[in-house]
């Protein structure tokens, strides 16, 4: 737990006092003795104050307060010993307390687990852990490292906080597992294969930052309020009032200077008069969202979402569109396209921050994502894309209780974030290998499965993850987003399998990647006839306004084109085009016309990889008009004729930088073409 220099406090606010050592294990037969690897360490316990962040929590409880504000808790100091193993899955029990009473288990309490035998380095390894469920003086815990050599009896030290992330500058063009353990730091210090039980500060506690107030003492803040800022890359990262203190507080004091994350920057007194000390980092526990608090005390409060994110793809912004604050999902089977279409919406998107969240992908994609993101350049600002990126990654090596919480982990970071009024998009992939993750961890706890396996409670699990995207005004009236957009990898590209049908109950935008367009190199691969955006009609009025009035109107019309277009092609796959009327016929031509001239997109193309907004509105205006004229052709040869022709001159247009001399003469030419036909 981090802990300021001063007033021995917690990065939380709790307060931490010290007791003496009583350690003690129970054996097989039920006596307890002394354990001399452990005695000699220090106990602390918590404690709650009337007045100081609420009552104290009852024995048992089973829900944790943030941060180490939980009642009982010791660090340090054996509480409890394992009692059953069954692979990441441990069972523990309590040991009295110096009173003789048996300590309480909390429910998502963090809790770490020292086995008996030191490690290969001759170290003693405290393996992290998360409670899972409790029942009276046991509780079942998910390790997040390998259990080998965890054996019956083995000392459990509890943290007293709940899984969290550190929060404060520093997070951006990081990588971090699932736990936000800094990857590159790691192996640096140990080697490019992960020890069990390393244990690394997220932010770097060296690199100094210079903090610059925004308020003066005497002033009063809330919770969230921003207290200063420091520079952060290109972004001004805002240094905010810990999110889950309460009341109303006074600074009584604050500096200016340049300091560690962890040095105190300033000193705020509470209604008590108890001072609070403030550095530029906080923690928070991943399974809450950050927000929730300051909503309730309408500190801040969310906003209805009306204008796009703009990712530059033909395909989603116009037909299929994602809302700034929005939640969409890419289900595909393997080899569709999923990891290009991921890259270029992360990399072209119109927003501030991108959090890359790898979760259970094999180790060659994960590492692929690693090394292509500081290679790419960001389009906004030309330096490296990896500037404004957070990419957290559990392969599928890795252990599945890790891989579960690294999304959580991503949210959490973006909702700090979007706290500061910034625009995040998080990419998930995949939540199959996360629902994976939880199916494994719920059969060892046997619980009642649901279809496939999969926990009952799936559904519930994949609403609560993507509801925390959305639009929120901050305290300081400055307005950010989370946008979520989460990759699904169904076996065998079936849409019906529960992961799937659970997240398209939740999301509002669907793009559904085909193998057999694929398989034609039609990309990107999203099928436009399965694909769908609630968000089109939403946004209804943004359109009309930033482009031009009946936009969605015409739209619709397209995709009521593509849909004809379809059932004409598969009548003559039956029947030939000698079965169909040359209407029919014409039809069908134009509906492959929009989707290979509009739909399809080159991500390998500097120019066709991203189009402006403004350029998908002249593309879309003149091949509307191409298509939804009369025309007059003799025969079937004729026509295809044409929009053959008229494909070429297109495709090569969709080529031509807008400064290029190609661009006007290519323009000239299709409405030459399009005047000689009759």
């Not at 309590?94 to 001759?122: A, H, M, Y």
């Not at 057999?516 to 609630?534: C, G, M, N, Q, T």
Request: net charge negative; charged share 25%.
């Amino acid at each position: 737990m981090a802990k300021n220099s001063e007033n021995g406090q917690s990065a939380t606010g709790g307060e931490v006092t010290q007791k003496a050592p009583a350690s003690r294990q129970r054996t097989g037969s039920g006596k307890t003795p002394a354990q001399p690897s452990l005695a000699a360490m220090p106990l602390k316990k918590t404690r709650t104050k009337a007045g100081q962040g609420g009552s104290k929590t009852a024995a048992r409880s089973t829900t944790p307060k943030s941060g180490p504000d939980t009642g009982q808790a010791y660090y340090g100091q054996a509480t409890a010993r394992v009692v059953a193993v069954q692979d990441d899955l441990v069972e523990i029990e309590t040991l009295p307390g110096p009173d003789g009473e048996p300590g309480q288990l909390v429910k998502n309490e963090v809790i770490f687990i020292c086995p008996s035998v030191p490690n290969d380095r001759g170290e003693q390894e405290r393996l992290k852990a998360e409670v899972l469920r409790v029942r009276g003086s046991t509780a079942d815990a998910q390790v997040f490292e390998s259990t080998q050599g965890v054996a019956i009896g083995d000392p459990v030290e509890q943290s007293g906080e709940m899984l969290s992330v550190e929060l404060g500058p520093g997070l951006l063009g990081q990588v971090y597992d699932g736990l936000q353990a800094p990857l590159p730091k790691v192996a640096a210090q140990y080697g490019i294969f992960l020890p069990r039980g390393a244990d690394l500060p997220a932010l770097d506690t060296t690199n100094k930052w210079s903090f610059v107030p925004t308020v003066k003492s005497g002033a009063k803040v809330f919770a969230g309020d921003t207290l200063g800022t420091v520079q952060e890359g290109r972004f001004k990262h805002k240094i905010m009032v810990p999110f889950g203190w309460p009341g109303e507080l006074r600074v009584s004091w604050i500096q200016e200077g340049s300091f560690h994350v962890r040095e105190v920057v300033a000193r705020l007194e509470d209604q008590s008069g108890r001072e609070r000390p403030v550095s530029m980092l906080q923690k928070w526990p991943v399974r809450r969202a950050l927000n929730a608090g300051l909503l309730k005390r309408s500190l801040s409060r969310r906003l209805y979402p009306d204008e796009p994110v703009i990712t530059t793809q033909r395909l989603i912004d116009t037909f299929f569109p994602i809302v700034r604050g929005g939640m969409a999902c890419i289900p595909g089977p393997f080899g569709a396209g999923k990891t290009v279409l991921q890259s270029l919406i992360s990399r072209h998107s119109s927003v501030d921050v991108v959090i890359v969240v790898a979760c259970g992908e094999r180790a060659g994609e994960v590492v692929e994502t690693i090394n292509d993101f500081p290679k790419m350049t960001d389009p906004k600002t030309g330096s490296t894309l990896m500037d404004r990126t957070i990419i957290i990654c559990n392969t599928s090596s890795m252990p599945v209780a890790a891989r579960e919480a690294s999304i959580y982990t991503g949210l959490t970071l973006g909702e700090y974030y979007r706290q500061m009024g910034f625009d995040v998009l998080l990419i998930a992939d995949s939540t199959s290998r996360w629902a994976q993750a939880m199916r494994e961890t719920s059969g060892r706890l046997e619980e009642i499965p649901g279809e496939e396996g999969f926990p009952a409670y799936l559904e519930s699990s994949i609403k609560g993850v993507y509801e925390r995207a959305g639009v929120a005004e901050t305290n300081d009236g400055s307005v950010g987003s989370l946008t979520m957009i989460g990759t699904v990898s169904p076996a065998g590209g079936n849409f019906d399998e529960p992961v799937t049908q659970s997240t398209l109950a939740t999301v509002k935008c669907f793009l559904g990647l085909s193998a057999e367009r694929a398989y034609k190199r039609f990309y990107p691969a999203v099928d436009p006839l399965i694909s769908w955006s609630r968000y089109l009609g939403q946004l209804g009025s943004w359109y009309d306004e930033h482009l031009e009035a009946g936009w969605t109107k015409r739209v619709q019309e397209m995709q009521q084109l593509l849909q004809k277009g379809d059932s004409v092609l598969q009548m003559m796959q039956v029947t030939g085009e000698e079965g169909v009327s040359l209407e029919d016929f014409l039809i069908q031509q134009k509906a492959q016309f929009v989707d290979m001239v509009y739909l399809q997109q080159d991500a390998f193309d500097d120019v066709d990889a991203s189009v402006s907004l403004d350029r998908q509105k002249l593309t879309f205006n003149k091949v509307y008009g191409l298509v939804d004229r009369d025309y007059t052709f003799k025969d079937k040869a004729e026509a295809r004729d044409y929009f053959t022709r008229l494909t070429g001159l297109f495709k090569n247009f969709n080529y031509a930088a807008e400064d290029a001399p190609a661009y006007g003469d290519l323009l000239k030419q299709i409405d030459d073409l399009s005047a000689s036909a009759h």
